[in-house]
T-cell receptor
């Protein structure tokens, strides 16, 4: 039982490049979330999903897109990366109140 | 939308002393308040939570109190140990399956 996993762990992008972050969970959780973590700003919700095929905007959705084609996977896309998107990205899933976090992806945009 | 504030941003205590972290929230409809601990380089993990129908909850050296009228809640750690050093996040939501809004975090250092 791997829990919540994220791919990749690290990535460096140039401004304007695109990429997709993958989150996978094997706990059959309905809800999945993408957060970004920046120093002094805590965890800010980017997008979330309440089930397969559904997504919703969080606090800071601009510049990101998501898809939940399969219940176990939640993808976060950056179409045209900007230096302001340099951050650590955490995925989480939940079936009740407790959120289970993945190990994080450290993204640097130069 | 919901806004969660947290104080202090950094806290340093001697081993064995108590630590208190305070949070306020803005949405009176929030009724679930979890606390997460994040060690350096690790993922956040739930350490304790409280619902609006309860004023206080304890789990060994950790306790959380909630004042719904004032819209604030606090985390209390007694007999602190070096392994308590971490960043602590409070959060608020309207309950199961609702999105959770996190505070900015408190970096706690326990000095041996």
């Amino acid at each position: 039982n791997a829990g919540v996993t994220q791919t990749p762990k690290f990535r460096v992008l140039k401004t304007g490049q695109s990429m997709t972050l993958l989150c996978a969970q094997d706990m059959n959780h309905e809800y999945m979330y993408w957060y970004r973590q920046d120093p002094g700003m805590g965890l800010r919700l980017i997008h979330y999903s309440v089930g397969e095929g559904t997504t919703a905007k969080g606090e800071v959705p601009d510049g990101y897109n998501v898809s939940r084609l399969k219940k176990q996977n939640f993808l976060l896309g950056l179409e045209s990366a900007a230096p302001s998107q340099t951050s650590v990205y955490f995925c989480a899933s939940s079936v009740g109140d407790e959120q289970y976090f993945g190990p994080g992806t450290r993204l640097t945009v130069t | 939308g919901e806004n969660v504030e947290q104080h202090p941003s950094t806290l340093s205590v001697q081993e064995g002393d108590s630590a208190v972290i305070k949070c306020t929230y803005s949405d009176s409809a929030s009724n679930y308040f979890p606390w997460y601990k994040q060690e350096l380089g690790k993922r956040p993990q739930l350490i304790i939570d409280i619902r609006s129908n309860v004023g206080e909850k304890k789990d060994q050296r950790i306790a959380v109190t909630l004042n719904k009228t004032a819209k604030h809640f606090s985390l209390h750690i007694t007999e602190t140990q070096p392994e308590d050093s971490a960043v602590y996040f409070c959060a608020a939501s309207k309950g199961s399956y609702d999105k959770v809004i996190f505070g900015p975090g408190t970096s706690l250092s326990v000095i041996p």
